[in-house]
C-alpha cells in the first residue's frame, strides 16, 4: 500500500490517485531542472517568470507605490528615533537644546517634529497596507483567472486527461499560495526599504555604525543559506503531497458508495489516511526548518547587541546621545533585515506551489487552440467519415480508416464491444477530438468548426451519466442558456419529462445538483440531459449509451422520443443495447478501430460482424 500512495508524490510514476495522468506528461512539468534536482536559472527569474505565466502583469504600478510608501514611513521613523532618544538623554542631562545631525534645537521643537514623523509614518504606513492588500488581492483573482481560463480553453485531450479535483486544487491551494508569495513579496520590499532607510540616517549619525549592520548582515545570509536550500526542497515537496492529498480525497469521497458496496471502505482510509500522514510530515518538517531559522537568526542578532554594548561600554564616548541613537537604530535595523531574510524564507516556501501552478498552465495553453478554424453553420446535417484514423499519444489506433455516410434526418445506432472504438467516434463527431487522418464532415463543414456562440449550436450530447449543477430543474434544462420558461417546458414534453416535472411540489423548481440531486431518478436525470440537449433545437444529436442501465419505463420513454425526432434530427445512438438500436435507420458495426460493417438496419443485423458483436455485447431485446 505505500508504494501505491509514493507514486501519488513522486514523478514519473503512477498511483491509484493519478490513474488518468500518465507518467510522460507528469514528467514534463519541471523542465527546467537539471537531473541534480538544481535550477538552471535564479530564483527571482523563475518566480517572476511564474508570475509573468499566472497573469500577475499588473502589480508594478502597485508594487511601485508599496514602495514609495515604505521608503517615506522609513525615513521618518528613523528621524523619530534619532529625535526622541536625543530628547531623553537631554531631558535626563538637564539639558533644554537637543543636537541632532549638526542642528540645535529647543526641547519642545524636537518634540513636534517627532509627533510630526509620528503622523507622516502612521499615514505612509496605512496607505502602503491598502496597497499591500489591493496587491494580494489582484494576485488572488489574477492567478485563478488565469488558471481557469487556461484550463477551460485547452483541447478534450487535456481536460479529459487532468486528474480528479486537480482544479479546485490549483485554485484554492496553489492560487493561495500565489497570493501568499506576493503579501511576502511586499514585505521584503518594505523591510529592504526601511533597512535603507534606518541605515542611511545610521550613515549620517556614524558611518560606523552602518558598516557594522552590513557586515552582521552578509554573516547573516552566508550562516542561513543551508536553511534556504532545506526550506525551498521541503516547499516543493509539500506542494506535490498537498495535491495529491486533495487530489485523491476528491475521488475518493465521490466513491464511497462503492467502497461500501465491495467492503473496501476500510482500505481506502488506510491509503488516504497514510498520505494524510505523510503530508503531515512534510509539514512537520516544514515548520521545524521555520522555527530553527528564527532561533538561529535571533542567536546571531542578539550576540551581535550585546558585543556593540560591550564596545561601547569599554571606550569613552563623548556624544552619548549619538551612541544611544545609532544603537537603536541598529536593532530595529536587525528587525528589518530579519524581516528580509524571513521573506526569503517565506517565498522559498511559497515556489514550489507557484511553480507547479505555473506549469499547469503552461501545459494548458501549449495546447489551446491558437487560430481556431472559421465557424459557420452547414446547408445540410448528414455525416461524412472519410478514411478516419485516430491514435492516442502515437500509440495503437483508436480507429483506423473508418469511411462511412449517413443522410440528414436518419436515426443511426454504433455498436461495438468495449474498447472497438465507439466513444473515440463521437468525440470526433462532437469536434472535441480531431482525426489523424481523414476527414469527418457535418454536412460541408468539420465539427470542431460548427457555429456554438451565444449558448446556440447545431450538436448537441447526451452522455451516458449525465451531471447534474447545483440549481433547480428548469437551470439544468436551460444549462447557461437564455431560454424562456415555455421552451424550457416545451423541451421536457419532448423528452417525455415535463409529466414527471408536474406530479413534484416545486415543479420546475425542484432543487437538484451532483450530491444534492437525490430528487431524480437515473431515468429522469438521462431525459433531463435529452431535454437540455433538445432545448437548443440542434440539427445533430449524439447519444451515448442512453438506455444503459434504465427501468424499463425510462427506457421506452427515451426510445419513444428517438422515434419522434427521426426525421427532423440526425441521430448518432451509441449503445449496447438490442433494444435501444431495434429502431435504427442505419447501423455501424465497430470492433478493434474497424468499422466490419454498416448500411441499413436489416441488411447488417443479418450480418456476421453484427451476429459476433451481439452475442457478446450486447443485451437483450426488450
Not at 543636537?99 to 534645537?105: D, F
Not at 528564527?294 to 546571531?300: G, L
Not at 556593540?308 to 528587525?335: C, E, M, Q
Amino acid at each position: 500500500m505505500r508504494d501505491d500512495v509514493t507514486a501519488l508524490i513522486e514523478p514519473g510514476t503512477r498511483g491509484p490517485g493519478d490513474r488518468r495522468r500518465p507518467a510522460h506528461r507528469r514528467s514534463s512539468r519541471s523542465p527546467r531542472r537539471d537531473r541534480k534536482g538544481k535550477d538552471k536559472r535564479g530564483d527571482l527569474r523563475e518566480i517572476a517568470r511564474c508570475l509573468r505565466v499566472l497573469g500577475l502583469k499588473g502589480l508594478v504600478p502597485r508594487l511601485a507605490g508599496v514602495g514609495v510608501m515604505a521608503l517615506v514611513a522609513g525615513l521618518a521613523q528613523a528621524g523619530m528615533l534619532v529625535i526622541i532618544t536625543e530628547c531623553a538623554l537631554g531631558a535626563a542631562q538637564g539639558k533644554r537644546q537637543v543636537h541632532v545631525a549638526g542642528h540645535s534645537l529647543s526641547f519642545w521643537s524636537a518634540i513636534a517634529c517627532s509627533v510630526a514623523l509620528l503622523v507622516v509614518y502612521g499615514l505612509s504606513s496605512v496607505a502602503g497596507t491598502f496597497l499591500n492588500t489591493s496587491s494580494t488581492t489582484l494576485a488572488l483573482k489574477a492567478s485563478q483567472q488565469t488558471i481557469v481560463r487556461s484550463f477551460f480553453r485547452a483541447d478534450w485531450s487535456v481536460q479529459s486527461g487532468e486528474r480528479l479535483g486537480h482544479i479546485q486544487q490549483l485554485l484554492s491551494m496553489n492560487a493561495g499560495q500565489v497570493a501568499g508569495l506576493i503579501a511576502s513579496i511586499v514585505r521584503g520590499l518594505v523591510a529592504f526599504l526601511t533597512l535603507v532607510s534606518l541605515l542611511g540616517v545610521a550613515v549620517i549619525v556614524n558611518p560606523l555604525a552602518a558598516t557594522a549592520v552590513l557586515v552582521v548582515g552578509a554573516i547573516l545570509s552566508v550562516v542561513m543559506r543551508p536553511f534556504n536550500k532545506l526550506t525551498k526542497a521541503a516547499s516543493r515537496k509539500l506542494s506535490s503531497v498537498s495535491q495529491a492529498t486533495g487530489t485523491l480525497a476528491t475521488e475518493y469521497s465521490r466513491m464511497t458508495r462503492e467502497f461500501r458496496v465491495f467492503g473496501v471502505q476500510s482500505r481506502a482510509l488506510a491509503q488516504l489516511t497514510s498520505l494524510v500522514n505523510q503530508t503531515a510530515a512534510v509539514y512537520r518538517r516544514s515548520q521545524r526548518l521555520a522555527g530553527l531559522y528564527t532561533v538561529v537568526y535571533q542567536t546571531i542578532a542578539l550576540a551581535f547587541v550585546v558585543g556593540a554594548i560591550a564596545v561601547v561600554g569599554s571606550h569613552k564616548i563623548d556624544n552619548l546621545g549619538s551612541v544611544g541613537a545609532v544603537l537603536l537604530l541598529i536593532l530595529r535595523s536587525l528587525s528589518s533585515t530579519s524581516g528580509i531574510l524571513g521573506t526569503g524564507q517565506a517565498i522559498r516556501s511559497s515556489q514550489g506551489f507557484v511553480e507547479d501552478a505555473a506549469s499547469d498552465v503552461v501545459r494548458y495553453e501549449a495546447r489551446e487552440q491558437r487560430n481556431p478554424p472559421e465557424v459557420t453553420v452547414p446547408d445540410r446535417f448528414d455525416v461524412t467519415f472519410d478514411h478516419v484514423s485516430f491514435t492516442y499519444g502515437g500509440e495503437a489506433l483508436a480507429l483506423e480508416d473508418v469511411s462511412f455516410s449517413v443522410p440528414e434526418g436518419a436515426l443511426v445506432g454504433v455498436v461495438g464491444r468495449s474498447g472497438s472504438g465507439k466513444t473515440t467516434l463521437s468525440q470526433i463527431l462532437l469536434g472535441v477530438r480531431q482525426p489523424t487522418s481523414g476527414s469527418a464532415l457535418i454536412g460541408n463543414v468539420h465539427p470542431s468548426s460548427l457555429a456554438r456562440t451565444d449558448g446556440k449550436s447545431p450538436i448537441a450530447f447526451v452522455p451516458q451519466d449525465p451531471l447534474l449543477l447545483q440549481g433547480s430543474i428548469a437551470y439544468n434544462i436551460s444549462f447557461f442558456r437564455d431560454a424562456p420558461q415555455e421552451e424550457i417546458e416545451e423541451a421536457a414534453r419532448s423528452a417525455h419529462l415535463a409529466p414527471d416535472i408536474e406530479r413534484m411540489s416545486m415543479g420546475y423548481d425542484t432543487p437538484v445538483g451532483e450530491g444534492g440531486g437525490g430528487a431524480l431518478s437515473g431515468g429522469q436525470r438521462q431525459r433531463l440531459a435529452i431535454a437540455r440537449a433538445l432545448l437548443g433545437r440542434p440539427r445533430v444529436i449524439v447519444l451515448d449509451e442512453p438506455t444503459s442501465a434504465l427501468d424499463v419505463r425510462s427506457e421506452l420513454l427515451i426510445r419513444q422520443t428517438l422515434s419522434e425526432l427521426r426525421g427532423h434530427v440526425t441521430m448518432i445512438v451509441i449503445s449496447h443495447r438490442l433494444a435501444t438500436v431495434e429502431n435504427c435507420d442505419y447501423l455501424l458495426v465497430l470492433s478493434d478501430g474497424h468499422l466490419t460493417d454498416a448500411g441499413p438496419r436489416e441488411t447488417v443485423v443479418n450480418g456476421e460482424p453484427f451476429s459476433r458483436v451481439s452475442s457478446t455485447a450486447l443485451i437483450g431485446t426488450g
